[in-house]
Structures are given as structure tokens and as C-alpha cells.
């Protein structure tokens, strides 16, 4: 089974940092990318940040300049440094994983090309 799990979200003041982690269950590297998203109450969930298995990153504007994702492939872990945090970033954050082209043995192991992590709570409020 693969699982991917956050931790690390939490209360913050506004101007202040967090740093998310998602670990996954297998090898970080079996996905072609990981990504950070986020929904607020009344939205759709929107991209925050996202990295390749090369290592190119790309992020939302809203967070350009104040996030980096970051992977460490010995941990099978990605990371989401949050720094100047705002209240318009509260939200749910959840990590996901893609893997475009699934083998025919990983398709008959019920293996799927997305998976999504439970969700960690991040508050921005004074």
C-alpha cells in the first residue's frame, strides 16, 4: 500500500513560519512528481508548489517568494518551508504524488497514479 502522510501544520501568527512534511510509504522517487495543494472553506483546492523527479519546481504566485518545496529522497520525504505566512494561507494542505505511466505488473498490484495524503491544518491568526 502506498500512503503519503503530512504533519507539521498548526497555529501561526501572521509574519511567521511552518515547515509541512508529507512521508511516503515507498520510495519518493516512484513518483514522476510531488506536489504541495491547499483548500480553504467555499474554495477549490488550488496547486501551492510542486517538484519533479529532476528536481524543477514550480509554485502558485500567491506563494512565490515566501515557499519552497524541497524533497529528500533518503527520507522519502518532501517539505514545505512557509515563511511571512498570511491569513489568506489558512487552509488544509495536503501532499500528493503523481506517477504518469503505471507498468502493467503495477496496475495488477491495484498500484494507482495519484495519491493524496489526509490533509494537516495550517492557521495564520493573531
Known amino acids: 500500500q502506498v500512503h503519503l502522510v503530512e504533519s507539521g501544520g498548526g497555529l501561526v501568527q501572521p509574519g511567521g513560519s511552518l515547515r509541512l512534511s508529507c512521508a511516503a510509504s515507498?520510495?519518493?522517487?516512484?513518483?514522476?512528481?510531488t506536489a504541495w495543494y491547499r483548500q480553504s472553506p467555499g474554495t477549490q483546492r488550488e496547486l501551492v508548489a510542486l517538484?519533479?523527479?529532476?528536481?524543477?519546481?514550480r509554485y502558485s504566485d500567491h506563494v512565490k517568494g515566501r515557499f519552497t518545496i524541497s524533497r529528500d529522497d533518503a527520507k522519502n520525504t518532501v517539505y514545505l518551508e512557509m515563511h511571512r505566512l498570511e491569513a489568506e494561507d489558512t487552509a488544509v494542505y495536503y501532499c500528493?504524488?503523481?506517477?504518469?505511466?503505471?507498468?502493467?505488473?503495477?496496475?495488477?498490484?491495484?498500484?494507482?497514479?495519484?495519491?493524496w495524503g489526509q490533509g494537516t491544518q495550517v492557521t495564520v491568526s493573531s
Open positions: 500528493t504524488g503523481d506517477r504518469e505511466h503505471l507498468t502493467l505488473t503495477e496496475q495488477n498490484e491495484g498500484l494507482r497514479s495519484t495519491y
Open positions: 515507498i520510495s519518493i522517487l516512484w513518483f514522476d512528481s
Open positions: 517538484i519533479t523527479t529532476e528536481g524543477n519546481t
